[in-house]
């Protein structure tokens, strides 16, 4: 187990190669960056769930719900068409999951949420990657697990 001292230099390490990541991103690295947090945020509160650390989850599923709404405020409607309609819908149904497995403490919905973040993710890696590496970043995730499908509540 890490002393009081070392969890901080270790929050602070990760705090500067957060902002470092976020000043050279892309547009779009920033958008995987934004389903990078909510996937952990969620990820993260399955574990305090499992601890029976209340607060703590609740804390963190109103981060990830955050995450949320701020990838759906930045959707351009216009632009986007149907695309953005179906991803502000799909948006607002993650969050109404969350709102569930944090109301219910059921890891089914929080799992449900993981697995339709990650799979949007993936698109957005294959956007933010130059052509000839694709199919490799592609593969990148997350470390967590997924659970249901998506359906309607």
Do not use: F, H
């Amino acid at each position: 187990m890490l002393n009081t001292g070392s969890n901080q230099a270790l929050n602070a390490y990760a705090k500067v190669n957060i902002e470092a990541a976020i000043n050279t991103a892309s547009p779009v690295q920033l958008i995987v960056l934004l389903y990078d947090g909510a996937i952990n945020a969620i990820a993260s509160a399955k574990g305090a769930l499992s601890q029976s650390k209340i607060e703590e989850k609740g804390r963190l599923l109103s981060r990830a719900i955050g995450i949320i709404e701020c990838l759906r405020t930045v959707l351009d409607q216009e632009k986007g068409g149907k695309i953005a309609q179906d991803l502000n819908d799909l948006y607002d149904y993650m969050k109404r999951q969350l709102l569930l497995g944090n109301l219910k403490n059921q890891t089914e919905y929080l799992d449900e949420v993981i697995k339709l973040l990650s799979e949007i993710r993936g698109a957005w890696v294959i956007l933010a990657t130059p052509k000839n590496t694709a199919p490799a970043m592609a593969q990148e995730k997350p470390a967590t697990k997924s659970g249901t499908s998506y359906g309607k509540a």
